[in-house]
């Protein structure tokens, strides 16, 4: 299947109909299959101890799972996260970036289904992991 949008098409529709978030998220690479972005992580997203919070890390899942749809269906605004499960596996690292890694495991005509992985910018092993579904919204 070919990408009805791009990197620079999935930031630009993130810019005109979430301009209040847009700004905190950048897209790295996107395929039919996977997505990789970024949470520019900044002082609103830290909470108490020195680590970026659980809704911040939440958030950049959802909007990876998010993007990844829209690369396949278009920019299908009404698209809706229907389920979300994550796991906070390790305290990321406060002062640098949060790495997304998106996979589509299943793209149907109603439900996308996602795995993402989230890493803090340099390490290896993953700080939480998502399992995300998307409603898609009819023609």
């Known amino acids: 299947m070919s990408l009805k949008m791009d990197e620079a098409q999935l930031m630009e529709f993130m810019r005109g109909v979430f301009h209040q978030v847009a700004d905190d998220f950048y897209v790295d690479a996107v395929s039919a299959d996977e997505i990789t972005m970024r949470l520019l992580v900044g002082d609103r997203h830290l909470r108490p101890g020195g680590t970026v919070s659980g809704p911040s890390m ?3 899942a959802d909007v ?4 990844l749809t829209l690369a396949n269906i278009g920019p299908k605004a009404l698209a809706v996260t229907t389920n ?3 796991d ?3 305290k990321p690292a406060a002062g640098v970036d949060l790495i997304a890694k998106g996979r589509m495991l299943k793209l149907g005509k109603q439900l996308s289904v996602s795995d993402v992985l989230l890493f803090s910018d340099g390490l290896e092993k993953p700080v939480a992991r998502a399992s995300l579904t998307y409603a898609i919204p009819p023609n």
């Not at 990876?64 to 993007?67: E, F, K, Q, R, S």
């Open 58 to 60: 939440f958030a950049l």
């Open 64 to 67: 990876c799972a998010y993007l």
């Open 84 to 86: 979300c499960s994550i």
């Open 88 to 90: 906070f596996m390790r």
